[in-house]
C-alpha cells in the first residue's frame, strides 16, 4: 500500500444544471468518492468536493426554456445531482452552488484585485462564439466554420468587454508542466496541452460578458454592466469551497488540492485557464489535474441527440448500486475512453461479483455454518501451513493485492487494483477446490476442515476490506457475515494473515450479487419489429459470425514477458509471468514446441486479460496469448514501438 500522505483533498467538476446528471457525472463521482474513501481507510485527513456550476448562457437558455427563472431552473435541477449521489452512495464532505454567496464574494474580491493590479483590462473584441461551449474562437481556431470542441454553429460577435492577461504566463506554463511532470495526467494529456500551447501564440482571455447579451451571471465589481465569464467563475470553486479569503486557516490546510478529476474535454480550461489564474493569484498549483477518457456506446461518445445515453439511477435500480460502481470502476482504464452496453455489464456482473466474489462468499459462509458450528475456527499458524502449496497461492494472491492494490490506486490505475483484487478472490476458490474442505469432513478430519475454512475466510474478509472503497455496502454486509463488524475496515488490520477473530459466529445473509440473466432485462420489442430483426440477423452458427459486442468484450492488452520456463511433464506447456503494467500474472501457454523460454524473455505480446482463470496440468492461468499459425508454424501476435505494458489493443 501506499505511503500515507498529510491529506488528500479530492475534487470533480462542477456539473452545470442545464440537465438531469448521466453516466459521466456518476463516474467522475464514483471516481472520487472511490479515491477518497481509500484514504480514509489510510486514515489520512481527506476533504472531498463536488458540486454545480449555476451560472452562464446554458442555464439561462434552459431556463427560459422552462418558463422559470434562472435561479429557479438552478434550484430544480440540482436537487437531481444531491438525490443521485445519495443513491449512490457518494460521501462527499461539501457540495458547492456557484450561486451561493461564498462563492460569489471570492470571485469579486478575486476580479476586483485582479482590476487592481492591471491583469484585467477592458478591450473591443471581434471573433466567434459557441453558446454551448460558452468560449469565444478566432477564425483560425474553426473546423470548416464550426465549433472546433463541439461541431455546433458558432455566432459572430463585435463587442466591448473584459480580458485577463492570460497571455503573458505562456512560457512559464508551458516550463511548468515540462517540470513537474505529475501536474497533468496522464502523461499524453500533458503533451495535449503542451501542443496547444507551443503551437500558437495564447491569446488573453475574455471574462466577462455584457448583461445586454447575457444577465445571469456574477456582475463585474468594478463594471455593472458586466456578469462574469462562467468558466473564470467555475473554476474558482476549487478554492473559495476550502476557505480562500474566508478562512486562511482552513485554506492552508487543504490547498494545494491533491487531484483535480476532470473528463478530456475540459482539459483546456483546467490546464490553461485555471494554471494561469492560479498564478496571477499568487497561489501553488495543485498536485494533480487528472483528465479521464469518455463513456462510448459501441465507439460512439453518448449524447442526447443520439439517445444513447445511460440513466444512472435506471442502473442501480436494476442491478443495485455497489454493482454499478463496481463496474465503472473495473472497465474504465483511466484516461482511456471505454465502452458501455448493458449486455457488456451483465457479463462482468456475472463473471465477476455472480460467480467470482458472490460464489466463494456462499461457498465458505455454508461451510463454516455445516462444519464448524457457524464460527469462525481457530487460526492455523503459520508453520502449520508451510509446505502447503495450496495454502501458499492463496495466501500470496491475496498479500499482492494488500501490498500492491495501494499503489495502483496511487497510480490512478484502479481497474488494475480491482485486478489484483479479483485475483485474490478467484485464488479461494481454487484453493477450495484443491483442499476439499468436504472430502475431509467425510474423513474426520476435522482440524483440516478447520483450517482450511479458516485461510478461506480470513483472505475473503480481508478483500472485501479492499473492495470497500468501492463497494462499500456490500463489502460491509460480507465482512459483517464473517464476524468482522466494522463500519470501516482498517487496513493496518488486512496486512498480516490471522487477524480475523476465531469463536465469533457468522451470519448467512442473502445472496450477494444474484445472478442476472440477460434475457430478463433485455428491454421489450415489439413483436413485429422482432420478426423483421431476426429475418435481418445473420445466423452465427452457420457463417461463424459474431456481434459488433461479443467483439468489444474480449479485452486486449499489451504484456511484457518477464519469465518464462518449461511444465514438467507437459511438452506442449510453457509457464510465463507476464507484466501488465499494472499488475503480473502468470499465464500457461501452448507454445513450447515453438519457443524456447529463454527467447520470449522481454518480449511484448497481446493477452487476453478477461479470460476465466483455469489449471493446466495442475498450475494456475489467467489469461491467453495471441498467436498467429499455418501448418506447423506458430508466432506469437507481438507489438512493436514503445506502448508500455498493460496498454489496451482495440
Not at 501564440?201 to 456574477?218: E, F, N, T, V
Amino acid at each position: 500500500m501506499s505511503e500515507k500522505r498529510s491529506h488528500f483533498y479530492v475534487t470533480t467538476p462542477i456539473y452545470y444544471v442545464n440537465d438531469q446528471p448521466h453516466i459521466g457525472h456518476a463516474y467522475t463521482t464514483i471516481l472520487a468518492d472511490v479515491l477518497a474513501n481509500y484514504h480514509r481507510l489510510l486514515d489520512v485527513p481527506t476533504h472531498f468536493l463536488t458540486g454545480t456550476d449555476e451560472h452562464g448562457q446554458k442555464v439561462q437558455q434552459a431556463a427560459d426554456a422552462n418558463g422559470i427563472s434562472p435561479q429557479e431552473q438552478c434550484d430544480q435541477t440540482v436537487v437531481r445531482f444531491e438525490a443521485l449521489w445519495k443513491r449512490l452512495e457518494i460521501t462527499n464532505d461539501d457540495f458547492i452552488r456557484t450561486t451561493e454567496k461564498r462563492h460569489t464574494d471570492v470571485v469579486q474580491a478575486t476580479l476586483q484585485e485582479l482590476f487592481d493590479r492591471d491583469q484585467i483590462y477592458r478591450a473591443e473584441y471581434a471573433g466567434w462564439y459557441c453558446v454551448g461551449c460558452e468560449r469565444f474562437y478566432t477564425e483560425k481556431d474553426l473546423n470548416e466554420g464550426l465549433c472546433p470542441e463541439c461541431g455546433r454553429a458558432v455566432d459572430s460577435i463585435v463587442e466591448s468587454n473584459y480580458f485577463f492577461r492570460m497571455s503573458q504566463y505562456q512560457d512559464w506554463l508551458v516550463e511548468y508542466i515540462e517540470t513537474h511532470p505529475e501536474f497533468i495526467q496522464p502523461a499524453f494529456r500533458a503533451n495535449e496541452t503542451l501542443g496547444f500551447l507551443k503551437n500558437q501564440p495564447l491569446q488573453d482571455l475574455c471574462i466577462s460578458r455584457p448583461k445586454s447579451r447575457l444577465a445571469w451571471g456574477i456582475e463585474l465589481p468594478f463594471d455593472r454592466d458586466f456578469v462574469t465569464y462562467v468558466w473564470f467563475d467555475a473554476l474558482i470553486n476549487y478554492i473559495s469551497a476550502v476557505g480562500y479569503r474566508s478562512d486562511e486557516g482552513r485554506f492552508k490546510d487543504w490547498w494545494p488540492c491533491s487531484c483535480h478529476l476532470i473528463g478530456k474535454d475540459i482539459l483546456t480550461t483546467h490546464t490553461v485557464y485555471w494554471p494561469t489564474m492560479l498564478k496571477a493569484m499568487g497561489l501553488e498549483m495543485p498536485q494533480s489535474i487528472f483528465a479521464h477518457g469518455w463513456w462510448l456506446t459501441g465507439r460512439t461518445k453518448m449524447s442526447k441527440s443520439l439517445g444513447n445515453v445511460v440513466n444512472p439511477m435506471e442502473m442501480i435500480d436494476r442491478y443495485g448500486v455497489d454493482a454499478f460502481r463496481y463496474f465503472l470502476i473495473a472497465e474504465m482504464t483511466l484516461g482511456q475512453d471505454a465502452s458501455f452496453t448493458e449486455e457488456a455489464f451483465v457479463k462482468r456482473y456475472n463473471s465477476d461479483l455472480a460467480n467470482d466474489l458472490g460464489n466463494v462468499a456462499n461457498r465458505v459462509l455454508n461451510m463454516l455454518s455445516r462444519y464448524c458450528d457457524r464460527r469462525i475456527p481457530p487460526a492455523p499458524t503459520m508453520a502449520a501451513l508451510e509446505g502447503e502449496a495450496a495454502a501458499s497461492e492463496v495466501l500470496a494472491a491475496v498479500e499482492d493485492a494488500v501490498a500492491h492494490s495501494g499503489d495502483c490506486i496511487a497510480d490512478m490505475k484502479l481497474d488494475g487494483a480491482v485486478a489484483l483484487i479479483m485475483t485474490a478472490v478467484r485464488s479461494i476458490n481454487v484453493f477450495l477446490q484443491e483442499r476439499a474442505p468436504w472430502g475431509a469432513a467425510k474423513e474426520g478430519r476435522q482440524a483440516d476442515v478447520e483450517a482450511t475454512l479458516y485461510v478461506a475466510a480470513d483472505a475473503l474478509q480481508r478483500c472485501a476490506a479492499l473492495l470497500h472503497p468501492i463497494m462499500p455496502e456490500k463489502m460491509v454486509q460480507l465482512r459483517a457475515a464473517l464476524g468482522v463488524n466494522e463500519v470501516q475496515p482498517e487496513l493496518e488490520k488486512i496486512r498480516c494473515f490471522g487477524e480475523l477473530e476465531s469463536g465469533v459466529e457468522i451470519m448467512q445473509p442473502d445472496a450477494l450479487f444474484p445472478r442476472v440473466e440477460w434475457k430478463t432485462v433485455e428491454k421489450e420489442v415489439p413483436v413485429k419489429k422482432k420478426k423483421q430483426e431476426k429475418a435481418m440477423e445473420p445466423k452465427a452458427s452457420e457463417e461463424g459470425l459474431v456481434t459488433f459486442d461479443q467483439v468489444m468484450a474480449v479485452q486486449l492488452k499489451t504484456a511484457r514477458i518477464v519469465e518464462a520456463e518449461k511444465i514438467e511433464g507437459a511438452d506442449k506447456l510453457l509457464k510465463l509471468q507476464v507484466d501488465l503494467g499494472s499488475e503480473k500474472r502468470q499465464i500457461v501457454a501452448g507454445i513450447a514446441l515453438h519457443y524456447v523460454p529463454e527467447a520470449l524473455i522481454n518480449q511484448t505480446v497481446v493477452v487476453v486479460v478477461n479470460l476465466k482463470p483455469a489449471k493446466l496440468r495442475g498450475v494456475f492461468s489467467e489469461g491467453m496469448l495471441l498467436a498467429a499459425s499455418s501448418g506447423d508454424q506458430l508466432q506469437l501476435v507481438s507489438v512493436g514501438g514503445d506502448l508500455p505494458p498493460g496498454s489496451a489493443v482495440k
